[in-house]
């Protein structure tokens, strides 16, 4: 037995075991297998080939390993990549082996050989007198079957067909050859390409009488490569009849059985199914020659082609052709321009759609009571049923009643989804001038039902929604413009500006529709609070649409619209136009509730980005020059955005505490404020604009007691504005365009100075809760940053510039024009002396002798006045309480919407109208009420009040009619009215 290695044993030891090994011939312990290798195929088999080990040598043996070395060059062929390292020798010139590897395109070129083309002829296009080159169908151009070589190409045709025709002009025909046997035989088929004939049946005895009355196809011998290659050809052709005549028939049916035998089966069907086609083509040309007054359409066409049975050749078939012939006949002769056949593409007419070539038959004159598909013009108007509209403006591009003129909802809706962006943008345009139109009713009189709430009904909404998701800019302004049609009034906001400074005309009701059909049955016993968050989890877990189709604002925010609202703004950075209607959009949305005020505080950066955007403090000075086009308006001071920022201040005390600290609001105010209008770096129109809403912003902060510690910083300011507000007084006549927007900025100052007055006549009342509760509570209120002693010396300004206005109410236009400052005058001493007679600093009897001095000079002679008995005498027709139908719903209202109903605006004789006489008499009733409540020996003074005819009639007649439906509309109106009852019955109560 052999013994095995041990350890410590050197290399001389190990090969003395290896030759005992091989010498003994023993069968080794373990076999190793080797998987063979796919990619060698069978070669990996060969290791049970090999020779056996020579005992005297100790040698290694590798797989596939050759003995001799591979030759370098050429290199082995590359067989994977694992073989593809190349052995070069150190001494081998890289040139020379890039040389001998490159294919570089020299030697392509180096192998193209020159035909000889001097024996070619050349030949002038033949003249055919038309403006341009003839075109060819593809059917006109016969593709030519060669044996043993590939098909042409379109162009190969078209040059082929070309030359022929050109060649058939000039030159007699030749015959196409055909080796048969050691002959040459003509193949004798109808007119055609080479090679389209089929060989002839030569299977009676008129055969060669047959071939040689048929006429030689059309073949050239051009590449014969003669200059007498045509009479070569006609030689061919003479010898090939001569070889047939000489032949007998059983010959000549030998070899055509023989070349039967040789082509393809599949060959000789086409070629044949080919000459049975042509000869039909050939039969129906000739009977259009027979009767060429007939035009390509009306040609009848068999649908059952030529192998149709007998039984379908009846009377009702030959009745039904007749029909279809006639038929086609009508249409071919009303068509402006008749089809023929030799135009591209008109091989199979379609006559339905040749239909709308015809002209519109006219629309119906008749009215009839059948209600008719209301259609719109691409300015959003309603066109009747009966006109007749020319068709180059664009509005019978449809296919349902293409007589009428103008687009259905529907097709507008179908357009708004089209790929087509141009189609897109005009949809969604003309989809909202029709809303805004209808939200002005104009159509309330001409259309059954209502268009807005159809539009909702279908989806409206959302359909603006997925617009805005649009990659397209000119799609998302369309869609922006149209949800600004949808949702916000310009009407309402500006009555909304008007009543701002009325007697609490800040506070106004939240837009949230009144949902009468949500139950609450089960909630009787639950808290405001729990029914908030029990109403709120609802909305969470119902679809978008449900919640949309009672609250499309509560619809839209659960669809994340502030979120793409933000995006267009901060990184699209549309257009002026486009920013606007987004900023009206957010403030509708802020108007809501309390709720979609913190929705829109908590988006990421939307804030941020309309205050750093549109509120900032240095701006490019160019945008004040006169005729300046603003292509964007960011970085550029924006009143709307101002604007938006005061309505979300007013959603609560949080929201606005919010604006001033975290969005840094308060340095914007100083900015817009410090600075007068006129000297702001934009468009006056538009300086005055932000310098008031700057000011409301702040009024609505002071009603809440924040910000107040401005009033500190800008009290110059506001000095320099009340000493400039009699200056009013001589621009009234003028009749200026500014004059309206000075009007309301004054207004709004003194509604301003009014709300900072009354918080700071708040602190010694704070004072004295905490004084005597200061030992039960641990927190305490900071009193207001204002004092009485920093307010009360403003009243001697506001009073004077009162009386000086007062004097001018004999002065139709200059009255009607200033007493929105006249109301505000008296609203700031009503809330003045109500403070100053709480103030521990007064005295008493210095205030009662003030409020008898205001009551002598000013009041009773103010109440004397014609014109303040006239103002009495126009409550009635002003009231909403006399006139329901004055704070009716708008006729296309919706309840899922919340309007005021201004759209298009209120009349002048309405308690919103320019003439209404509520604003100033509720004024002037509530500082009576304040002088009455501090003074109680002027009671008796103000008597004379009660006893206006104007007041009973009113008043006789307010408690004789019921009250108006609770719409928002008669809510925010009828607000104001009970506001001038209340103030009547408190003094009545007194007297």
Known sequence: MLSRPKPGESEADLLHFQNQFLAARASPAVKIVKKADKRKGEEGSRDAERLPLQDSKDVVMLDDFPDVPPA????????????????????????????????HITAVFSKIIERDTSAVAVTIPVPTGDPFPRTF??????????????????????????????????????????????????????????????????????????????????????????????QEVQAIHKENLEKLQSMSQEEILQEQERLLAQLDSSLVAFLKSRRDGNEGQKKELKKKQDRPEESLETVPVSQHGVGASPSMQGSDMEESVIKEENMKVEITDSLPVKPKKEWIHMDNVEFEKLEWMKDLSPPRQKKTRKGMQARFSLKGELIPADADLPTHL??????????????????????????????RTLALQVLGRIVQKSRAGEFASSLKGSVLRLLLDAGFLFLLRFSLDDAVDNVMAASVAALRALLVSLDDEKYLDWTFSWYQGMAAFPFVPNNEEEEEDEEDDLTE??????????????????????????????????????????????????????????????????????????????????????????????VAEPGCLLTSIHGVPCASAMKFVRVLASGGRNATARMLNKFEMKSRLSRFIAEDPLDLLLPREEAIRLSTEAFRLWAVAAGYGQACDLYRDLYPVLVRILQSLPELLGTCHEKSPMLELSVQRATVVVTLLTHVTQTAGCTAELQAQQSSNGSEDNEQIPPPPVTWNQVSNLRPFLETSLKRILQEISQTETWQALQPLTTTYMIYLGVYYSACSQQPSVNPIDCLEELEHLTFEVLL?????????????????????????????APESVFSIVSLSCTGGKPPLSLVGSKSPFPFLTALLFLISSITHIHKGLISKYSSVLDFKGLKDYLHLSWQTGPPSITPSSAWILRHEYHLQYFVLTLARRM
């Not at 059917?139 to 040059?159: D, L, M, N, T």
């Not at 089209?418 to 189609?423: F, L, T, Y």
């Not at 005020?597 to 509120?615: A, G, K």
């Not at 006045?865 to 139908?885: E, K």
């Open 72 to 103: 370098l060059t050429p290199a082995p062929p590359k067989k994977s990549k694992i073989r593809s390292a190349c052995v070069h020798f150190e001494d081998e010139d890289p040139e020379e082996r890039l040389e001998s590897h490159d294919q």
């Open 137 to 230: 169908h593809r059917s006109e151009i016969k593709s030519e079957v060669e044996v043993g070589s590939g098909r042409k190409s379109i162009f190969a045709q078209k040059i082929a067909a070309r030359r022929a025709a050109e060649k058939a002009a000039t030159a007699p025909p030749a015959a196409e050859h055909v080796q048969i046997g050691s002959a040459t035989v003509g193949a004798l088929g109808p007119e055609g390409s080479a090679g389209e004939a089929p060989l002839p049946s030569l299977r009676d005895d008129k055969t060669v009488d047959f071939l040689t009355s048929r006429q030689p196809c059309v073949i050239t011998g051009e590449g014969l490569g003669s200059e007498k290659s045509e």
């Open 861 to 889: 002679p103010l109440l004397s006045q014609p014109a303040v008995h006239s103002m009495w005498d126009l409550l009635r027709p002003c009231s909403a309480l006399c006139n329901p139908l004055s704070c009716a719903p």
């Open 394 to 423: 664009g509005l019978h591009h449809h296919g349902e009643e293409a007589e009428r003129a103008g687009y259905s909802l529907q097709e507008l809706f179908h357009l708004s989804r089209s790929q087509v962006i141009q189609q």
């Open 529 to 622: 609070t729990e029914k908030s968050q029990n109403k709120k989890l609802k909305d969470e877990n119902k679809p978008d649409p449900d919640v949309a189709r009672y609250d499309v604002v509560k619809g839209l925010l659960k669809t994340q619209i502030q979120h793409r609202l933000r995006y267009i703004l901060e990184v699209v950075r549309p257009v002026p136009t486009v920013v606007v209607d987004i900023l009206h959009v957010l403030t509708h949305i802020a108007r809501h509730s309390s709720e979609a005020c913190s929705q829109l505080l908590d988006c990421p950066r939307l804030i941020e980005t309309i205050v750093r955007e549109f509120l900032p403090t240095q701006w490019d000075p160019r």
